[in-house]
């Protein structure tokens, strides 16, 4: 069987009872780093020394099969360096390689960064998204942030802190400098700090340099303002770019909740 653990995001009093179990029971652990596992091992006071095997983002298509095989007759513990493994972390080549040959996949559940910072954020928490990491290139960032700019939902991200303040600044910019923000950097540490402010204020602090792991809580977008003529100018875009006059109103129409009919007509008109 494949048993995939959480592991403390920073406090080791949140180790739950069954990953102590386990990590004193399995004759397999495939880590991500196994040097972060056996200070693990030492820190919850585990006298056993499994077999680590290293899984992470550079070996794991390679390595899943063998460890897949190996969980046939013995269970494989698989953690990340912190928290969930497959969230943003190794395991999910190996899950699916698991599945595909009819391996058991089970879960110890755990402490979660995602779930924590968004928790603690203030931010609605009835429906939200997690984004990963934002690109790391400027256009990129941009252009995944405008894909996000009309979402809902609550987004979540983890951040580098070197890339902080230029990510901080790019929401700023794409979402509207008034967009509640949250920052929850080391989470259940010694130097935990939660904070909150407009998309430009955060920005501002990031600015001078930030330590730490990091999560970005961002709220989601408010009920959007229709402008009815900016909506046909739409569908008069879309027209040009190929889409069919009929398909291009309709399409407008599912975005922005204005009656197809009417867009339709309103561009069959403008475009005389």
Do not use: C
């Amino acid at each position: 069987m494949i048993i995939l653990a959480a592991t403390p995001i920073g406090n080791l009093g949140d180790a739950t009872r069954r990953l102590v179990d386990a990590l004193g029971a399995v004759e397999v652990v495939a880590a991500e780093d196994t040097r972060v596992t056996q200070r693990l091992l030492q820190g919850l006071g585990v006298a056993a020394r499994p077999r680590l095997v290293a899984l992470h983002d550079h070996n794991e298509r390679d390595r899943s099969g063998e460890l897949v095989e190996l969980a046939r007759d013995t269970d494989v513990l698989v953690l990340s360096d912190a928290g969930m493994p497959t969230v943003s972390d190794p395991g999910y080549h190996l899950v699916q390689a698991a599945i595909s040959a009819g391996v058991d996949v089970t879960a110890l559940p755990g402490p979660s960064a995602v779930l924590t910072a968004l928790a603690v954020s203030g931010l609605p928490t009835d429906r939200f998204a997690f984004e990963g990491f934002l690109p790391r290139k400027d256009g990129e960032r941009m252009r995944a942030l405008a894909a996000l700019a009309g979402e809902r939902r609550t987004l979540v991200f983890f951040e580098s802190p070197n890339r902080l303040a230029a990510s901080l600044a790019a929401i700023a910019q794409v979402f509207g400098p008034q967009r509640r923000v949250v920052v929850a950097r080391e989470l259940t540490k010694l130097h935990e700090e939660v904070k909150r402010g407009t998309a430009a204020e955060l920005a501002e602090w990031a600015a001078a340099g930030v330590r730490g792991e990091i999560v970005i809580v961002v709220d989601g977008a408010g009920e959007p303002v229709v402008d009815p003529a900016a909506a046909v100018q739409r569908v008069l875009l879309l027209e040009t770019q190929g889409v069919r006059l009929k398909d291009a109103a309709a399409q407008v129409s599912a975005e922005t909740g204005l009656s197809r009919r009417d867009l339709y007509e309103t561009a069959l008109k403008e475009r005389r």
